[in-house]
């Protein structure tokens, strides 16, 4: 059974930091990539940051310089640091694994053939 639990979601000033971490579990070894996506009700889903299992990384343009993503693949938890953050970074914070992902940017947008976490709220005040 595929689990992706994140944690680390909280209410913060604007220009404060968080960092969001995500537990896998169960996730077929075809999944070559690991992302976080954001939700905000009423909008589409958009991508963050993306994380191949080699390194590569992708970032959305409204968070580069401010958010970075890792991955430890020896304990299978990737992390998003969220630095300098923003009122409009407010949005339920998904957690996804790609499945035999072949362009990361393409899956940033797209996010097509993933496995889903339940999502944690990130809350930035003015």
């Known amino acids: 059974q595929v689990q992706l639990v994140e944690s680390g979601g909280g209410s913060v000033q604007a220009g404060g930091s968080l960092t969001l971490s995500c537990a896998r579990s169960g996730v077929p070894d075809v999944s070559n990539a690991m992302g976080w996506f954001r939700q905000v009700p009423g909008k589409e889903r958009e991508g963050v940051a993306v994380?191949?299992?080699?390194?590569?990384?992708y970032y959305a343009d409204s968070v580069k310089g401010r958010f970075a993503i890792s991955q430890d693949n020896a304990k299978k938890t990737v992390s998003l640091h969220m630095n300098n953050l923003k009122p409009d970074d407010t949005a339920m914070y998904y957690c996804?694994?790609?499945?035999?992902?072949?362009?990361?940017?393409?899956?940033?947008?797209?996010?097509?053939?993933?496995?889903w976490g339940q999502g944690t709220q990130v809350t930035v005040s003015s």
């Open positions: 996804a694994a790609g499945l035999e992902v072949t362009n990361l940017g393409r899956w940033l947008t797209s996010a097509d053939g993933s496995y």
């Open positions: 994380i191949s299992r080699g390194g590569n990384t």
